[in-house]
């Protein structure tokens, strides 16, 4: 597993952990989105549901002032959940290999629901360190997440891709954002740091099931 900057420390975090850091926690994700400040309010009744969620973990970052530097949790999915039947929609209206993707990564998946890195600290192998803490518990067979398509490489994808994430959707229009999303996702546990990464389209698409 990749060590985190020796500055940072990369804990686990209780629902009552988040409760309590709940609108630092929130600062972090607007700042790393680029979202207006007002959406911490918008987004905090969300954030303490998900932690209620069975299965829900979370880690955090912290720098040597004690201030959160990153955040990550997730849940498992299953169905009746917004996003497993907004994914669900957009393969099943991918034709054939969607459906066939349908039946078989909708089970039994872990969501990586949120990752984010302040801004400033960004690029300092944070957000890697958050993802192998969030994803090395035991027990889900693959992980899965969204991210904004981006027409160059931001520092998530280049995360996603070089911790070999592969693309389930491209293009995928949620009903709650007008941009448009791509649905990555890899079999778990993750590979170790260094591991060859799965050569990509000309797009720079890097299709499921490419081992």
């Known amino acids: 597993m990749t060590a985190a900057p020796a500055r940072v420390s990369i804990v686990d975090l209780s629902p009552d952990d988040l409760a309590v ?16 400040p007002g959406t911490v309010r ?4 969300m954030w303490v549901e998900h ?3 069975a299965g829900w973990h979370a880690v955090g970052a912290f720098g040597p002032d004690h201030s959160l530097w990153g955040i990550a949790y997730g849940y498992p999915g299953a169905r009746g959940q917004w996003w ?22 909708l089970e039994g ?3 990586l629901t949120e990752l984010h890195v302040r801004p400033d600290v960004q690029g300092d192998g944070v957000g890697e360190a958050l993802a192998r803490r969030l994803l090395a ?3 889900d067979r693959h992980v899965l997440l969204s991210t904004p398509e981006a027409e160059r490489p ?4 280049s995360l996603y891709r070089r911790l070999g994430f592969r693309d389930l959707l491209r293009h995928h229009r949620f009903t709650s954002d007008p941009r448009p999303f791509a649905v990555l996702g890899r079999e778990l ?13 000309r797009d720079g698409a890097v299709p499921w099931g490419r081992a």
Not at 154 to 157: E, S
Not at 189 to 201: F, Q, S, T, Y
């Open 21 to 36: 850091r709940l609108d630092e926690a929130l600062t972090v994700y607007v700042r790393a989105m680029g979202y207006p």
């Open 42 to 45: 918008q987004r905090r009744p």
């Open 51 to 53: 932690s209620r969620r």
């Open 84 to 105: 497993f039947e907004e994914v669900r929609r957009g393969l099943l209206g991918a034709g054939a290999p969607g459906r066939d993707l349908a039946a078989t990564v």
């Open 109 to 111: 998946y872990f969501e």
């Open 137 to 139: 518990h035991p027990g």
């Open 154 to 157: 931001t520092r998530a994808w």
């Open 189 to 201: 546990p993750l590979d170790p740091p260094g591991h060859p990464v799965p050569p990509a389209d």
